[in-house]
């Protein structure tokens, strides 16, 4: 009996050592992966940003080049689309926190190619393919977009500007809200789509991207003058509070496009004028009473 007991003592010895020693391992496995992680993002620094790479599933790996002396960076990206629930293109990123004004002006390399394919100042949750994160995407046929996912797998909407193949773009975090600004012939940026909504915990990444919309071809994008900024928290846009912007929206979709956008408020009177047309019925905001005022007629012929 003594024998058996004393067996079961050193059988139960050798499990737990093996049990450490297999934890042990894995979590030195683990550390050896993050390690390895770290190097390889550390020496894939390109510039100001910390690291490049392909997001999502792509057929031919993506580069990213930078030349000091023009202040340029040329990022080549394959990849099927950033659209859908899923996104596949070529990323050089830097981690930050808090606000964050990314500019830059912003080419194609070379003729031709999709009409969609897309080169992209972008503020992402992560490098998973269907992470969260708000971009100002410039497309191969001129338009430009704010383009987001609110929500880590969701699908990707749009809000469109209304100025076709602009040089120099800037997105804007602001808190939880984006926004796209644009340069004029003037040298003033000026908002382009109004602002939408995307929640990101810190540190999130910064940086530009290219995808070529078509998962056989490699297309390349020029990105000159970068400049990545750390804003104050809640730091605040000339402007931002009072822009207001007129939009179409696709009823399919929910995308949106901007017909006309001003730096104040832009307000509609709800009003329903009475058969005589001589009476306006103000309809609030709070409450349940209708304030009537005398109008002059209400032409409404057109």
């Known amino acids: 009996m003594m024998g058996g007991t004393n067996v079961n003592r050193n059988m139960s010895k050798i499990v737990w050592f093996a049990l450490a020693c297999w934890f042990g391992l894995t979590l030195g496995e683990r550390s050896g992966i993050r390690a390895q992680d770290n190097r390889r993002a550390a020496g894939n620094a390109v510039g100001i940003f910390e690291g490049h790479g392909d997001v999502g599933r792509v ?96 699908g990707t909407q749009e809000i469109q500007a209304n100025v076709t193949a602009p040089e120099r773009l800037r997105i804007v975090k602001r808190g939880d809200h984006f926004s796209m600004w644009l340069e004029d012939e003037n040298g003033r940026f000026q908002p382009a789509t109004g602002s939408a909504r995307v929640i990101l915990k810190e540190p999130f990444y910064v940086g530009i991207g290219m995808c070529s919309h078509n998962d056989n071809v490699v297309e390349r994008a020029a990105f000159s003058k970068v400049e990545l900024k750390s804003e104050p928290e809640r730091a605040s846009v000339e402007g931002t509070a009072n822009n207001s912007a007129l939009k179409i929206v696709s009823a399919a979709s929910t995308d949106r496009r901007v017909v006309y956008i001003a730096p104040e408020r832009i307000e509609s009177q709800n009003r329903m004028p009475d058969v005589q047309g001589e009476r306006l019925f103000y309809f609030p905001m709070v409450g349940s009473s209708v304030n009537e005022r005398k109008h002059r007629p209400v032409d409404t012929s057109w």
Do not use: C, P
């Not at 990849?79 to 596949?88: M, Q, S, T, V």
């Open 59 to 154: 057929l031919h790996a993506g580069t990213v080049e930078y030349d000091a002396a023009k202040q340029t960076y040329i990022v080549a990206g394959s990849g099927e689309n950033i659209w859908f629930d899923k996104d596949a293109f070529q990323f050089a990123w830097k981690k930050m926190s808090g606000d964050v004004t990314l500019t830059a002006d912003v080419s194609f390399l070379g003729k031709g190619g999709e009409e969609y394919k897309k080169a992209v100042l972008m503020i992402r949750q992560s490098l998973k393919t269907d992470s969260s994160y708000a971009d100002v995407a410039l497309h191969g046929k001129g338009l430009a977009s704010l383009q987001y996912r609110d929500d880590e797998g969701a």
